[in-house]
């Protein structure tokens, strides 16, 4: 029987969730639309139109997901590779 006791530890979940995405075969495109329009205005502002009732700083989170995920991916590939 599984616990239910206490509640999932929101690091690892997250961890688990970046594993995921790191794993999918659709990450390549995944990571394009994370980054797409996550530019720095001139103030270093992020201006994608998603933070428009929000600042967020350059690099924003959905800029740190990617790298994250990328990150990720890249370690699975270099265990993982054929040679
Ligand atoms: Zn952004």
């Known amino acids: ?3 239910h006791d ?7 979940l ?4 970046v594993r995921e995405l790191a794993a999918s075969p659709g990450r390549a495109g995944l990571l394009v639309r994370l ?3 996550h530019g720095p205005d001139e103030y270093g502002w ?3 139109p998603g933070h428009a009732h929000h600042w967020e ?7 740190r997901l ?3 995920v990328e ?3 890249g370690q699975e590939q270099a265990e993982q590779s054929p040679g």
């Open 6 to 12: 206490s509640p999932p530890d929101p690091d690892e």
């Open 57 to 63: 700083k350059h690099p924003c989170p959905a800029l």
């Open 1 to 3: 029987m599984p616990y």
């Open 66 to 68: 990617a790298q994250l």
């Open 46 to 48: 992020c201006k994608h």
């Open 71 to 73: 990150r990720a991916g």
């Open 35 to 37: 980054r797409i329009g």
């Open 14 to 17: 997250f961890r688990l969730f």
